[in-house]
């Protein structure tokens, strides 16, 4: 009996003891069905992902988060826009959001345990990594611009500009983004184009 060539979580990277989600399993089986069948299969060999998660947008919208390591990130995009459309057509019409994995450090004081050597970079601090998930969320398209509002009672909206050519492949996401980015992050945001 001949063992199979790869297993269904070839594609996703995980610590030995844990187990793989349903979703994790079922993209895994996407992408190694996508390296297997498609022009995609040398841009794909090499590319792995860390978890995926599903969040729900609406009643009958979910979308489904796939993180990838940040130093693969750059490969991922080249091939963004195909393995996108591929997945979604896979996954039954779900929407395929890829996010780099960060760490966000906390900010170090007198009383704080782990007191290393080296000053927290700023790629690490809260800031950089919900402005870098926000740039991912949006990735074919570029922001242009950002503007914070802050109402009467104290609560904060982001209002984030994109540029109008991307408008064609974003502007359906366009609630997706709003979502994804809450539930990551916990803060409002809200979308518009501009010339």
Do not use: W
């Amino acid at each position: 009996m001949a063992l199979p060539l790869f297993s269904a979580t070839s594609k996703l990277l995980k610590a030995p003891n844990e187990s793989a989600s349903d979703i994790e399993s079922e993209v895994s089986k996407a992408l190694l069905d996508l390296e297997a069948n498609t022009d995609l299969s040398s841009a794909l060999r090499g590319l792995y992902f860390v978890g995926a998660e599903e969040i729900v947008i609406r009643d009958d919208k979910i979308a489904v988060v796939i993180h990838i390591p940040v130093p693969l990130q750059k490969l991922y995009h080249k091939i963004q826009g195909r393995l996108v459309r591929e997945l979604e057509k896979k996954l039954s019409g779900k929407h395929i959001i890829f996010l780099a994995k960060r760490r966000i450090l906390s900010k170090p004081t007198r009383h704080s345990r782990n007191l290393s050597k080296q000053k927290r970079p700023r790629s690490r601090t809260l800031t950089a990594v919900h402005d870098a998930i926000l740039d991912d969320l949006v990735y074919p398209a570029e922001i242009c611009g950002k503007r914070k509002r802050v109402k009467l009672d104290g609560s904060q909206q982001l209002k984030v500009h994109l540029e109008k050519s991307a408008a064609i492949n974003t502007e359906t996401k366009l609630d997706t983004f709003m979502s994804v980015y809450k539930k990551l992050t916990g803060k409002d945001v809200v979308f518009e184009y501009i010339e």
